[in-house]
């Protein structure tokens, strides 16, 4: 008996084994092809090995292709520039995605026909840097990036770094672009406007350290989210056109010598805007003129992100009268700077805040760390916002009871407004730059993550 059931149990897991094999082997090759074209390249490569079945469809398989430099090719799914052209000249199906890491002295000097070849002409993702240590690469011919780089019409998601633009390309046609990052790269408003209008159906763009001859205006009939950061005092950003974007997403703006001028023409969706400073006068000066009047209030922004150290609250206190309808406002608490002292506005008493009589409903403050500046700075929305439902302090250590009641003591809490908002403290405060929300249309709020 004993015997038998363990025959019985062998022939059961040889039954689980073929089971298991036959599962994989009937897979399509379509399934198949899918599944390495999700590996690092390397890593693609190999799978010839796996089994007579699998040893043709790498070639035909979409392909992952990740170049670095000999320098800093350090992961083993990586392959270097002297590689490349070999890979693609041996590879039946296309590329899905290609992305370049190299100093430019690494680059195969058939790098240009790369973008030329059958297996690169309809790629998905690309991305491209440049490795230099310098915040700027010269305008140089080694610095470039290639013209042809641009020339696929199927890419959905692109990325490029550190190099410079020509001063002018190949006519452009993206029609299914939809996720485009530009980090320090130099450009002409002109190569500017001309990539953006190829740009059909883009829905994210960010924008980083551009350094630029000439406004960059941003029109995009598609365009949702956006962020930018910059602080060459040169640059000028104008959003003058886009009718469904949502956000505006504008990353470590710490400091009043922010130089780049952002204007917004026309965003009438715009909902989620910051984090900005106070004192911060050259951003979004099209929609923010004074005196206020009903005509350039944003009566559409509904959560707000502002920086400050508790010492604007009079700056504060004139941005919050721009936006009549806000429901959200967080507050991120940061070093004060004497700088930003002198800059700030005076407070124009004459003009309420709108938002505090019937829309604000949830203020956050970050960084609460309950010195006196802090302390009356928070007590001024809680005596003030008649419409709150919450308050929220989030702090560093531990949220114990005794803690807290120390807080509520400090802040007197129950002198508030609005006697039926919540007021809570906790510690979960993270540090975030929010440009990795830019591309993240699933998130509503941005300022809410970490």
């Given amino acids: 008996m004993d015997q038998r059931e363990s025959q019985a149990g062998d022939d059961r897991s040889g039954e689980r084994d073929q089971i298991s094999g036959d599962f994989i082997s009937t897979l399509p090759d379509a399934i198949l092809c899918t599944i390495i074209s999700l590996l690092p390249t390397k890593d693609g490569g190999r799978t010839p090995a796996i089994s007579p079945r699998w040893r043709y469809l790498w070639r035909s398989a979409p392909l992952n292709l990740e170049v670095r430099s000999p320098a800093n090719s350090h992961s083993p799914s990586t392959v270097l520039p002297s590689a ?61 990036l290639p013209p042809s780089a641009l020339r696929s019409p199927s890419l959905l998601v692109v990325k490029i770094s550190y190099c410079n633009f020509p001063t002018s390309l ?58 930018f950061r910059n602080s060459d005092e040169e640059t000028e950003l104008v959003i003058e056109d886009a009718p469904h974007l949502v956000r505006v997403l504008l990353p470590y703006i710490h400091h009043s010598d922010y130089c780049a001028t952002i204007r917004v023409v026309r965003a009438p969706r715009l909902e989620v805007l910051g984090p900005i400073l106070p004192v911060v006068s050259n951003i979004l000066v099209s929609q923010v003129i004074s005196p206020l009047t009903s005509a350039n209030s944003m009566c559409t922004v509904k959560v707000l992100c502002l920086r400050s150290s508790g010492y604007e609250l009079d700056g504060v206190r004139n941005v919050l009268r721009w936006f009549p309808y806000l429901e959200k406002l967080y507050i991120i608490f940061g070093r004060h700077s004497e700088e930003n002292k002198k800059n700030e506005p005076q407070y124009d008493p004459p003009h309420q805040i709108e938002c505090f009589q019937t829309h604000l409903k949830t203020v956050v403050f970050k960084i609460f760390i309950g010195y006196e500046k802090q302390v009356n700075f928070a007590r001024f929305f809680l005596v003030n916002a008649k419409a709150l439902n919450k308050i929220e302090f989030e702090v560093y250590g531990a949220c114990d009871a005794i803690s807290v009641a120390y807080y509520h003591s400090l802040l007197q809490v129950e002198k508030r407004a609005s006697q039926d908002a919540q007021v809570e403290f906790r510690s979960e405060y993270q540090r975030t730059g929010y440009d990795n929300h830019v591309h993240d249309l699933s998130v509503a709020d941005p300022f809410g993550q970490p």
């Avoid at 899905?96 to 026909?113: K, M, Q, T």
């Avoid at 672009?177 to 406007?193: E, P, Y």
């Avoid at 960010?206 to 598609?222: D, F, K």
Wanted: net charge neutral.
């Fill in 84 to 144: 490349v052209s070999g890979i693609i000249s041996n590879h039946d199906g296309p590329a899905r995605r290609f992305s370049i890491g190299c100093f430019p002295d690494d680059l195969d000097a058939d790098a240009e026909s790369w973008f030329h070849s059958r297996a690169l002409a309809n790629i998905q993702e690309l991305e491209f840097t440049y490795h230099n240590y310098k915040r700027f690469p010269g305008c140089t011919r080694e610095n470039l």
């Fill in 170 to 227: 190949p006519s452009m046609n993206f029609p299914l672009l939809k996720q485009l990052s530009l980090m320090f790269v130099s450009m002409s408003g002109d190569v500017f406007h001309g990539l953006l209008s190829a740009c059909r159906a883009l829905e994210s763009l960010y924008m980083a350290e551009i350094r630029s001859t000439g406004c960059l205006r941003v029109s995009s009939p598609t365009l949702r989210s956006f962020g």
